[in-house]
């Protein structure tokens, strides 16, 4: 199974955000706490040179605690300034503010000695879609702002929301799409929920979630499903005999008492979605070494046109000779 990303209107979210980019001083970056690689679209780092970086790990309330960290560390560690986030319940997001300043105060340095004293900062939320952008504003904003409205020297229809004496917000956010360099950033992205299951192969799915449960999280499989240590090898086949023994345990049975593979799928995905699994993070900056040098080779990009292409992803074959790989 491979995944490709065709989207329609990638081009020109893309060319709009080029242009709202000229206009702001810091972009605020949403990830998803527990695939934070696999959420993140790399090319905002082209977009984005020269300006201040925010990182929020969002979602953070589902993903495992001692993994936000080690992520917020890790990006740290790259010059973001990084905020753990719940966006839904607004944890974390008063924070993002002193975060702001923070990120912008060379900038405020800079205009100073320019003698520019008191232009507010300004700032644009981005991410990929269902990352928690919206949520995440709504949180941020709350009812105390206004919004400034057009004003001179800045693009016309441009909304700005004034955060505080300091700090505007774009309010409309920019729009990332993932990346599908390698299969596991579309499984990954697909397990939570991102990508319409749909067109995705359930099995497929959760053996991925498996063989990430079955060496991160082992306790997991053993206390929710009921299954005893199955020593299994490292690859999909061995997480087939877990799912097959999840099946079973769980009586997901077909009518001649084989298991029922697919009921079983859908069962553990959706534990890991609604977090009776507990919070599992699944991506580690642990492995981000191997994950640069896997995306290196696996990367085979041909440019389409990308105006008259459909908005979805389409499970394309195997055979990758004529899968064309869109470049945002
Ligand atoms: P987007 O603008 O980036 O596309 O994402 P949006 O804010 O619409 O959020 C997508 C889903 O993620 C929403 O759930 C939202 O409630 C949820 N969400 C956003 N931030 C967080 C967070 O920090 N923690 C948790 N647990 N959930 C978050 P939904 O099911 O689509 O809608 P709803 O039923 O919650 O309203």
């Not at 309010?171 to 299969?183: A, C």
């Not at 097959?244 to 298991?259: F, M, N, T, V």
Request: with cysteine; aromatic share 6%.
């Amino acid at each position: 199974m491979n995944f490709q990303w065709y989207p329609g209107h990638m081009a020109k979210a893309k060319r709009m955000m080029q242009e709202d980019i000229k206009l702001i001083d810091v972009v605020i970056e949403l990830v998803d706490a527990r695939i934070p690689y696999s959420s993140k679209n790399p090319d905002i780092d082209v977009l984005a040179k020269n300006k201040s970086r925010v990182i929020l790990l969002n979602k953070c309330d589902m993903s495992d605690q001692r993994y936000n960290t080690a992520w917020k560390e890790y990006f740290e560690a790259k010059g973001y300034f990084v905020a753990l986030v719940n966006s839904k319940s607004g944890s974390g997001v008063k924070q993002v503010q002193d975060i702001v300043n923070k990120a912008c105060e060379a900038k405020i340095e800079r205009d100073r000695r320019k003698g520019i004293l008191n232009r507010p900062v300004r700032a644009m939320i981005v991410g990929i879609p269902n990352v928690g952008k919206s949520t995440f504003i709504n949180s941020f904003v709350g009812k105390a702002s206004t919004k400034t409205g057009n004003k001179p020297g800045v693009t016309k229809g441009k909304q700005w929301i004034r955060l505080s004496k300091f700090t505007e917000l774009l309010d409309t956010p920019g729009i990332l799409w993932p990346k599908f360099e390698d299969q596991s950033v579309g499984l990954r992205l697909a397990l939570i929920g991102s990508i319409n299951d749909n067109i995705i192969d359930t099995t497929n799915l959760s053996l991925e979630l498996i063989m990430i449960l079955k060496k991160h999280y082992p306790e997991v499989l053993t206390n929710r499903y009921g299954i005893e240590k199955v020593e299994v090898e490292d690859n999909l086949k061995g997480a087939s005999k877990v799912l097959e023994k999840i099946a079973l345990k769980r009586s997901c049975l077909l009518k001649g008492g084989e298991p029922d593979m697919d009921r079983a799928a859908n069962m553990i995905i959706d534990d890991f979605r609604s977090i009776k699994l507990g919070n599992i993070t699944l991506e580690f900056p642990s492995d981000m070494k191997d994950k640069a040098e896997v995306s290196k080779s696996n990367k085979k990009e041909i440019k389409v046109n990308t105006e008259n292409v459909k908005t979805d992803i389409i499970e394309v074959e195997e055979k990758t000779e004529d899968v064309k790989t869109v470049e945002a």
